[in-house]
């Protein structure tokens, strides 16, 4: 048989075996890591969701960023930091963990946050504060802007290492190829998965740098989950739709009417350092909280401190204990959170 012959054969046996084992990796990862949460189903989409603490107490709502999903913020500690005193929904977004994501509706932040408003009306979920992470942030942002100056669907916002302004990105662009519809969907069955492997370690080195990546992550995220095809294929939509999405939103975030606490790195690799403090003077009642020395995970390096902002708007929002104010109308920003230099 000719040479020429023989490279066809291994090429064309390749392109088939590898989507095949693709496929049998990333059921061999279901099998291994099966949902811990519930399911709802909201407009067609099912969404998987962790509820947690006591069903009366005041409501908190969490969002993971781009590429996670419920177990990042569980191996934070944050779930069960909240739980002790409020009643905790987490959900994995359209396209993570065990939630669906349609192929024929871009899930934009204000599409997604239609969905989980629909879905916490379902759950008698009602004014919770929010918390959100890194690409989280914009669909906390979108679910508070949401009829604000009616309902109030949300409390309070809690925002870390977010992304809120449009920038120029040419990291967002490249990693956003498979999401091309035909060349996405064949790279997301055969090299994506190979690369995903190959670069995981590297990648959660930078979004944790200068920290150490913890434990808890390397024992409780599971990454398999995080390169089965269908979220490869999200997490590049999702990169390709963040600077249009900021730039939607960027006009409204004057009309937020509920109070927020911002938290940004100073030594974040993947989001600009002045997101944050743009985000504050854009806002009315708004508090900033600078995390020196320390990089995007901020749920990992500071869970206390969030949980605090959380207790404290609960308070100023008149849900737990005694009433107070609101943080101040554009407020100037509060002494950085300090952590030992790495």
């Known amino acids: 048989m000719p040479a020429i012959e023989i490279i066809l054969l291994i090429v064309v046996g390749i392109g088939v075996l590898t989507p095949v084992a693709v496929v049998v990796v990333a059921k061999l990862a279901e099998r291994r ?101 890194s690409w989280g942030t914009l669909v906390a942002l979108a679910l508070a802007l949401r009829n604000a100056d009616m309902r109030r669907p949300v409390k309070g916002l809690v925002l870390a290492a977010g992304y809120y302004f449009p920038t120029k990105r040419l990291d967002v662009w490249m990693v956003s190829i498979p999401a091309i519809p035909i060349i996405g969907d064949i790279m997301c069955y055969t090299i994506s998965p190979i690369l995903g492997w190959l670069l995981s370690q590297k990648m959660i080195r930078t979004l944790f740098t200068p920290d150490e990546v913890p434990q808890r992550f390397k024992d409780q995220f599971p990454l398999a989950l995080a390169l089965r095809p269908s979220q490869l294929r999200a997490t590049a939509e999702e990169s390709a739709l963040m600077i249009p999405a900021a730039a939607r939103l960027q006009s409204h975030y004057r009309h937020l009417s509920c109070p927020l606490a911002i938290y940004a790195a100073s030594e974040d690799t993947l989001i600009e350092c002045d997101q944050g403090p743009r985000l504050q003077r854009h806002t009315i009642a708004s508090v900033l909280h600078t995390v020196q020395n320390s990089g995007h995970m901020l749920h990992y390096a500071i869970p206390e401190e969030i949980v605090g902002s959380i207790d404290d708007m609960m308070v100023s929002v008149r849900l737990v204990g005694s009433p107070q104010l609101a943080p101040s109308p554009r407020a100037a920003e509060s002494a950085p959170v300090a952590r030992p230099a790495r």
């Open 33 to 133: 890591n099966p949902p811990i949460g519930r399911f709802i189903e909201v407009d067609g989409v099912r969404l998987h969701y962790l509820e947690r603490g006591d069903a009366s107490a005041p409501p908190v709502v969490l969002f993971h960023g781009n590429g996670a999903m419920i177990q990042d913020l569980a191996a934070a500690g944050l779930i069960d930091l909240l739980a002790r005193r409020y009643r905790v929904i987490c959900f994995d977004r359209p396209g993570f963990g065990f939630s669906r994501r349609p192929r024929l509706r871009l899930m934009t932040p204000e599409r997604q946050a239609a969905l989980f408003e629909a879905a916490l009306q379902r759950l008698d979920v009602r004014e919770p504060v929010v918390f959100g992470h």
